[in-house]
Nanobody
């Protein structure tokens, strides 16, 4: 069982930056691939980024490539999402997720989810 708690969301102007954090409980954090998804009102949850168990492999959605960076610190049981050059269309609730079965860009690939943190980008 893994419990995930996101933090770091907020209101930011377009062009600004935010860093999201997701702290995990449990002794097997390094055994999980981790990901960030987001969901805007009336839209489906969409993939943002994922990172492998040792942090050596990352993948990004085309919409955030070059602007967002996912990283993890296994000693701190934490995954991060550094977001830069934010746009109003990045506004959403951001969720972190953990899974044991490799890197996926669909929610079904992950077993555990946090409660989400709101990111709002004003124009």
């Amino acid at each position: 069982q893994v419990q995930l708690v996101e933090s770091g969301g907020g209101l930011v102007q377009a062009g600004g930056s935010l860093r999201l954090s997701c702290a995990a409980s449990g002794h097997t954090f390094s055994s999980y691939a981790l990901a960030w998804f987001r969901q805007a009102p009336a839209k489906e949850r969409e993939f943002v980024a994922t990172i492998s168990e040792n942090g050596g492999t990352t993948r990004y959605a085309d919409s955030v490539t070059g602007r967002f960076t996912i990283s993890r610190d296994n000693a701190k049981n934490t995954v991060y999402l550094q977001m830069s050059s934010l746009k109003p269309e990045d506004t959403a609730v951001y969720y972190c997720a953990a899974g044991r079965y490799g890197l996926h860009n669909r929610p079904v690939g992950y077993d555990y989810w946090g409660q989400g943190t709101q990111v709002t980008v004003s124009s």
